[in-house]
């Protein structure tokens, strides 16, 4: 038996489920890693076996729980993807639409053309892209056989991956979510933190199949072992918390499938450059807001490119781009599943541009490095404009996080440091934090060093890239 009670977090992401023992030093004890695959049935579209997503999750709490004293189980997860599951027997009715997909594009074009986006934007803080789950949830019911009559009689149950995940570990005892991952739904009115009756009926949902709102840090239920989930969060927002960043002046990005930057701003803030409003968490009766800009494709696009070029796995497409100091003009952008913050072009498709007959493959494992943190970038001088001030460096975390080679290309891009945590596991970290904290058992590990990777790239080679890119993405926005 562990010397003091654990938590038991849990990481479900696009690409992995993970989960974590960590004491309330904040220590890693134990970790396993279940792997996920995504589909893509049609062009655009992207999904997830919503059974595939519960074994996986329970197969890692298998792993690293047995013997061990379980304090609570703290959840984290991807964040917009939406699934609907029979309220009688739990089993899931249709896939998991992730937040990648695209089937909601028409729809998103429609609502614009009406005239809504204002409306939306005003109580959701989210700008019309298919991201957001609310039209996807609003396809489902529409595509499914019998889901919408099913739905209006009370028998379907839906929610973000959160909530599929505290149904099955309660026993299908507590349909609930947080307001982390509620406010990003396009459901949740920002300011009065419950289901929008407008937004509701705009997108022809009923509110009656979704999840009770709660505080990120609420006790959400227990599991058949007695066991409390005391904190919900979506990744992103965990990685936040998990950095310490609780007041303005700070910003982080997580390095995943795809990015987030996000920076908490306290009060609600309005975006004027193309990022989004959003609940960073709520705890002690209190909101914290944020302003956040998504990336689509980031760490994907170094995979997309190491299929692309043939090569054995990611390390070897780094070790590839290292061969050169530059890109020889070539540009990648990885607009693959469109292109997000702060652009919010949803029909961009990616290109590989400035190609001649000197390129060589290892120009393109360069511009692919680049494209991730040039997204990065993009989203960063956004934050900068909303925020009213210089933002003096970047924290990262994510599996991407690990690349040295990356987080110097991004430190050179950005001009600034980029500061990189000792233990990069900072989402499943931040919300066993949430969890211990409400607990009373969090002590925590008070200042760590970080590896602080400092720009070394002079301007004119800097303004040289910048320029070749924002030609890039001019052209892709075209699309």
């Known amino acids: 038996m562990s010397a003091s009670p654990l938590i038991l977090a849990i990481d479900q992401g696009t690409t992995n489920s993970k989960a974590f023992l960590i004491d309330p030093q904040g220590g890693i004890v134990a970790k396993a890693s279940r792997p996920m695959t995504v589909t893509h049935p049609q062009p655009g579209w992207a999904e ?112 973000t991956v959160d909530s599929w995940l505290l149904w099955n570990l309660t026993g299908g005892k507590v349909h609930a979510t947080d307001a982390s991952n509620a406010s990003r739904t396009q459901l949740m009115n920002i300011d009065t933190g419950r289901w929008d009756a407008d937004l509701a009926e705009l997108f022809r949902l009923p ?102 070029l043939n090569l054995a796995n990611e390390a070897a497409l780094t070790e590839l781009a290292k061969t050169l100091s530059d890109n020889g003009g070539v540009v990648f952008v990885p607009a693959l599943a469109g292109l997000g913050a702060p652009h919010w072009k949803d029909r961009a498709r990616g290109q590989i541009t400035g190609m001649t007959l000197a390129t060589e493959p290892a120009h393109v494992a360069r511009a692919a490095l680049e494209a991730i943190a040039l997204q990065i970038r993009d989203v960063f001088v956004a934050m900068e404009a909303d925020l009213g001030a210089e933002l003096p460096d970047i924290s990262v975390d994510g599996g991407a996080a690990a690349s040295d080679v990356l987080m110097q290309i991004l430190a050179d891009l950005l001009n600034r440091p980029v500061r990189r945590p000792a233990v990069t ?41 910048l320029s070749q890119w924002y030609a890039a993405i001019e052209k892709a926005k075209q699309e």
């Open 48 to 159: 997830l076996d919503p059974c595939g997503i519960w074994q996986t999750v329970r197969e890692t709490i298998d792993e690293v729980s047995a013997g061990r004293d379980v304090a609570a189980i703290a959840i984290s997860n991807q964040r917009e993807s939406i699934l609907l599951w029979d309220a009688a027997t739990g089993e899931p009715v249709g896939p998991c639409v992730i937040w990648q997909c695209r089937r909601s594009s028409d729809a998103c074009a429609l609502l614009r053309e009406y005239g809504h986006e204002a409306m939306i934007v005003e109580k959701t803080g989210l700008g019309i892209d298919p991201l957001f789950p609310a039209l996807k949830l609003a396809w489902l019911l529409d595509n499914l056989p019998d889901a919408r009559v099913r739905a209006e009689r009370g028998e379907l149950r839906a929610g």
């Open 207 to 308: 509110v009656s199949l979704l999840p009770e709102i709660k505080a990120s840090d609420a006790l959400f239920g227990h599991t058949a072992d007695g066991v409390p989930i005391h904190a919900l969060m979506g990744d992103s927002h965990a990685a936040l918390f998990g950095h310490g960043i609780s007041t303005p002046g700070r910003i982080k990005a997580t390095l995943g499938t795809g990015s987030s930057l996000m920076a908490v701003t306290g009060a609600r803030a309005y975006s004027t450059h193309g990022l989004s409003g959003t609940v960073a968490w709520s705890r002690h009766g209190d909101v914290v807001h944020a302003l956040e800009g998504n990336i689509s494709v980031s760490g994907q696009a170094a995979a997309f490119a190491t299929r692309l």
């Open 425 to 465: 596991e900072v989402t499943a970290c931040g919300v066993a934090r949430m969890a211990g904290e409400a607990l009373g058992l969090w002590q925590g590990r008070g200042d760590t060093e970080d590896t602080v990777f400092t720009p070394r790239l002079n301007q004119a080679a800097r303004t040289q890239i």
